[in-house]
Structure formats: C-alpha cells, structure tokens
C-alpha cells in the first residue's frame, strides 16, 4: 500500500486497536464492497473486517487502491486540521476551546415538542421544520429498540413529526446513528441531516473534505449533541436496577444534571451520583476530545442552569441561516447566552478537559500538530 493511499490496513493498526476508535460506524456505511460490519455486542462498538477478503486486519480492495474507510474516518490522522478547514475555512485557535461558533440559548416555541424533547426541544424542532420545509428528506437518529421499554438505543431513520418526537429525548448509552444510513437510503432519501454526538457529528466533514464520493454528498446537515461520555448498556442492570431498583420499563425520561436524572412513569424523581455511573463508561469515549461536537453545523446540549433551555453553538453559515429561519417561522425562540454564565463556564471547561484526552502519541493532536502514529 503507497502511503497517500492508506486503506483498513492503516485505519485497524492507526485508530481500531489503539483505543481512538469512537465506533461512530463511518466506515462502515461509507464502505462500497461491503467488507466491514460492526460490533456493538457487550459494549464493544467497533467495525470489523471480513475474514473472506483479506481478514481482519487487512483489505483485498484496499490493497487495490480503495481508501474510502480511511476517507469517513474522523479520527483518522489529521482529521481535525482537515475538518476545519473544510467546514469553516480555517484551523481552530487553541483559545476556541468549544471549537468555533457563537453560543446562544434556545428552546422550541411549540409545547409539545419542548415537553417532549431534551432540553427546551430545541433538536427536535430543528428536524420539524427541516423535513416541512423540504430541507431534508430525512434524519439518522437514535432511536429505543422495539417499543422503548428496554431503553436500548439503536439507529433510526425519522422522516415526519410523529416519527422525530417519538425519537426525542437522551439515552446516554451510544447508537451509532450512521448505521441507519441504508435504509434512509433504500427509502428513496437523497438528502439527510445526522444527529449525534461529536464523534459522530465530525464525520460528514471528514467525508466531505476527503472526498468521499455520494454519502459525503448526501450529508447535508449535521447536529452534534454536547457529549463528555457515553455508558455501555450494563448500566440499566448493573447499577439503575441493581443499585436503586430503577427497571428499564419504569424509567421515563433521563438526564444529567450533575447527577444521572431518572424520572420513572409515576413522575418521581432520582438523581445518581455520578461516579457511580463512571465504571460504565464506554471504551470509544475514553481518548475522545470533543465533549462540544465541533464539527456540526449545529451543536447542542442541555447545561447550565435554565433547564428547559437549549445551548446551541451555530458554527457554520448553514447553521446560521437555519438558525434564522427557525426564529422567523416562530419555531424556536432564543436569548442571549451571557445570560446563563453558568452554562457558558461549564462548556468551557468540559470542553477543555475533553481535548485533554487525545493521547500524545497519537497524529494530529487537537490544538497541535502531534506525530504520526506508529
């Protein structure tokens, strides 16, 4: 293999065993010989290659010159530096600690989907309206397997108001979202939005600064959700039930406040410490350095002290003018986020404990330019 043409050779040695592997499955969908699967059995979320053609640690097609899994990848070599500039002409300052953008607050006008959604419902009715006005014709999601009981989050495609508010709401364990790009596929969707958090977020860039080809093309709009960590699914046995007697089937709605927020069916309330949830963690999220989603066009979350108020960081002139446009349609109201200093100080310094993360050896170390990993 020629050196500017890495393949799953390098991206298995480089980013799958190390440990920067975030198992957000962009190489997976972006793979044209369907070659890789992924591996989300027992909290492993990682991609994997075929035994038949090539094994596993290397590629019959990529020894022919296909580099597409390398392309998707956002976390392979000098990803960050890539994205920047693709997405908004330039590198990052090593001051923009949440990346670049403007911070504002924001909540959805309409009262169901600010009672259904996370968070004031501002996500939701970014989607909402998207889809209404031909914007999208579709959104990758997570989702809650079956009939939501089980709390399990799996991919999802949501193409109608219906469908986005049945997906509302945070999980805390990870769905690889860009799984669910097949079948928006198949279902005739040319142009799609991805909802996720950073690590998902950072891949349409990544396809999109390196070319690759119709699915970077088809990613019209990514949503990044703020995001220090995610928690393998043992969570709900091994600690909400087992610890607090919390079944999956009786929990309603989840959140973090400084604490992991449960609200059960019968309205009450249950805050978990949580260092308690810390030995859940998942693996993906350890080396992650992007608790702010840097790379969406739009990136939201729920911190700070308004809790029905979204904070969203508008990065990209897209997200500007969708920003707008939401404001003029009276779908989502904003202020001005000084007004919650709270919220502003806790990005920041979550932000930067995030980017401390990224291991030195590694290539392209946000913030510098680090050494090729070996």
């Keep these: 293999m020629t050196p500017d043409k890495p393949q799953w050779l390098e991206l298995f040695a480089e980013v799958v065993t190390t440990g920067l592997c975030t198992g957000c499955a962009a190489c997976v969908v ?3 010989h369907d070659v890789l699967g992924y591996d989300d059995a027992q909290g492993l979320y990682r991609p994997f290659h075929v035994e038949a053609d090539g094994g596993p640690t290397d590629c019959t097609h990529g020894q022919r010159g296909c580099t597409m899994c390398t392309r998707a990848c956002p976390r392979f070599r000098t990803w960050e530096p890539e994205i920047d ?19 504002v607050l924001a909540r959805a006008l309409d009262p169901e989907v600010a009672a259904t959604g996370q968070d004031g419902g501002f996500v939701s009715a970014l ?7 031909d ?11 079956g009939d939501g009981t089980s709390w399990r989050a799996v991919p999802a495609v949501v193409r109608t108001r219906d469908e986005v508010l049945a997906a509302a709401g945070s999980r805390y364990t990870y769905s690889a979202n860009l799984l669910a790009y097949p079948e928006a596929v198949a279902g005739g969707a040319e142009r799609l939005a991805l909802v996720g958090m950073g690590c998902a977020a950072s891949a349409p860039g990544a396809m999109q600064a390196r070319k690759a080809g119709k699915i970077a093309r088809r990613l019209v709009l990514s949503i990044g959700l703020l995001c220090s960590k995610t928690f393998d699914d043992a969570i709900f046995p091994e600690l909400f039930e087992a610890r607090y ?4 089937a009786d929990i309603a709605k989840m959140n973090i406040k400084g604490a992991f927020r449960v609200t059960t069916r019968d309205g009450q ?15 993906g999220c350890v080396m992650c350095p992007d608790f702010a989603a840097e790379h ?5 979350g729920g911190i700070g002290a308004l809790d029905d108020w979204t904070l969203v960081v508008v990065r990209t002139e897209l997200g500007r003018s969708l920003l707008d446009a939401l404001v003029a349609a009276g779908a989502v109201e904003t ?3 000084h007004e919650d200093p709270r919220a502003l100080a806790l990005l920041a310094r979550l932000a930067r404990a995030s980017r401390t993360r990224w291991p030195d050896w590694a290539d392209a170390h946000p913030g510098r330019t680090g050494a090729p990993a070996s």
């Excluded at 989607?127 to 006005?133: D, V, Y």
């Excluded at 978990?272 to 859940?280: Q, V, Y």
């Excluded at 969406?296 to 939201?300: F, R």
């Design 30 to 32: 972006a793979c044209p």
């Design 135 to 145: 914007l999208i014709d579709a959104a990758l999601v997570s989702g809650r397997e």
């Design 127 to 133: 989607l909402i309206h998207a889809l209404a006005h």
């Design 335 to 337: 202020r001005p986020a």
């Design 85 to 103: 500039v693709h997405r908004v002409g330039r590198e990052r300052r090593d001051d923009e600690v949440a990346g670049v953008g403007d911070v």
């Design 245 to 248: 007697g919390l079944a999956r």
């Design 296 to 300: 969406a066009d739009l990136s939201a």
């Design 269 to 283: 309330r249950h805050d978990i410490p949580l260092r308690e949830a810390h030995d859940f963690t998942r693996t």
